[in-house]
């Protein structure tokens, strides 16, 4: 997993920052978004191996984001969403993206920023098991 490509898209500044920091010492290749409307960007410019979302940010939510990415771009469907929340899994789950790519959970208050990134290789690992 030595270098793959991660989109963090996180509107917090400091954890933004923290985040880069502690995926980058884990080996990744680190690229950033503060809102959704960047993300969507950043995200077609990289195709990464995985992603980091908030679901609440400025300009275009999470989930906004990764409805228009699911929906426009099929490849998309094979990178798994590491989704930071504060929000318990189950009120999120309606989302009719999370259907179309393989999600997990992380709670912004309970998750370290290591726990974060063990979270994002665990995901990405069990993907890459079931493509290949």
Known sequence: ???ARVVITEDDPDLLEALVREFR???FEVFTARN???GVSRV???RPNVIVLDLLMPEMNGHE???ELTTHHHWIRNVPVLIMTNYAAGEEQSQEWMKK???AYMLKADAGLAAI???AKELLLRVEKEVY
């Open 1 to 3: 997993m030595a270098h």
């Open 25 to 27: 010492a884990q080996d």
């Open 36 to 38: 959704g409307v960047e």
């Open 44 to 46: 077609l410019q990289v």
């Open 65 to 67: 984001m990764m409805r």
């Open 101 to 103: 790519v393989p999600v």
């Open 117 to 119: 990134v063990e979270a």
